[in-house]
C-alpha cells in the first residue's frame, strides 16, 4: 500500500465481544461498550453494514477536513469470528493493520488497568486471534482493558461470559471513558505518546 493511500486511510476502531443482549453486560463485551461510547463522542450512529456482518459508524475525531477520520466497529459474529467482519472493513476502507485499533478485555491485566500496544501474541484471546488470522498481521494496535484472572478455580472462559462484580461496576463507567481516551489519544498523539500519557497507573 502507498504511503498516499495509507495517509488518507481512516482509522478503523473495533469493539470486541459477542452480540445480543444475553452477552452485553459481560467481561468480554467492554470493546464493544468503548466503540458504542466513541460513537457517542463523534455523534455517529451504528448502523448496520450487511456487506461486513457489522455495526458501523464513521465520523472525524474533531473539526475541519484535517481531522482523523474513524470507522467504528461492532462485528455481528461470534468472538471467534470476529477477524472476518474486520477483515471486510479494512478492505473495504483500504485501512493498513497499522491504523487497525482493537479495543479488548485482557485477562493479564489487573482489573481497571489500561495498556495499549502494537502487535505480539493474542494471549489465549479467540477474537484477536481470529482477527490476526484474517488480516494476515498481527501487526495492529490493541487497547487492554484489564479485567483480571478469575478467582478461586473458575475457568476463564466462564469468568469472561460474566457480568462485572457489584463492586467493579462502579468504576465500569470511568474505565470506558478512560480506554475511549485512550484510542483518541492514539489517533490524535501517537502511540508513544499515548503510552507515556496512561500507563503510569
Known sequence: MSEDVEASAPWLVVGLGNPGAEYAAHRHNVGFVVVELLAQRLRARLSRNRRAVADVAEGRL??????????LAKPL???NLSGG????????????AERVIAVH???DLPFGQLRAKIGGGEGGHNGLRSMSKSLGSKD????RFGIGRPPGRQAPADYV???FS????KEVDFLVDRAADVVESIVTQGLERTQNAFHSG
Not at 474533531?62 to 470507522?71: K, T
Not at 457489584?166 to 461496576?169: D, I, T
Request: hydrophobic share 45%; no cysteine.
Open 161 to 163: 461470559l460474566s457480568n
Open 140 to 143: 495492529y494496535l490493541r487497547v
Open 77 to 79: 459474529t461470534y468472538m
Open 105 to 107: 478485555d485482557e485477562l
Open 62 to 71: 474533531g473539526v475541519g477536513v484535517d481531522a482523523p477520520r474513524m470507522v
Open 85 to 96: 467482519p474486520v477483515a471486510a472493513l479494512a478492505r473495504l476502507y483500504r485501512t493498513p
Open 166 to 169: 457489584s463492586v467493579e461496576r
